[in-house]
């Protein structure tokens, strides 16, 4: 079996494929948009952004969406696999990550 990052890319890629059918491609961005939140770490490199057609213009220079910047109008992220709830992975996939994605105002997290 692949590792970890290599299933989560795959999925990631999958979803971008789907999602293109319904949503301008431009807007898609697997693993390379940086996306700045409340908290710590103050960034975070979702799976899967859907930006916004402002941010094709905002981002030209760097691929940032920055906290003075309407939020992505979607973010997936592909969870890591986890043994309990006190795992590492469970925490950041499932408390961290949805708590600043929650408090940045992206719409399937509020």
Request: hydrophobic share 35%; glycine share 2%; aromatic share 10%.
């Amino acid at each position: 079996m692949p590792p970890e990052r290599v299933v989560n890319n795959w999925i990631a890629l999958w979803l971008m494929h789907k999602l293109a059918k319904f949503v301008n491609p431009l807007l898609l961005r697997p693993h390379t948009c940086e996306l700045q939140v409340p908290g710590n770490p103050q960034n975070r490199y979702p799976d899967l952004v859907v930006m916004r057609e402002d941010h094709l213009f905002q981002t030209e220079k760097r691929l940032t969406i920055t906290l003075a910047m309407l939020p992505p109008q979607f973010v997936a992220e592909v969870v890591s696999p986890y043994r309990n709830q006190d795992n590492d992975n469970y925490r950041r996939d499932y408390i961290d990550k949805v708590q600043q994605y929650q408090q940045r105002g992206i719409p399937e997290y509020a």
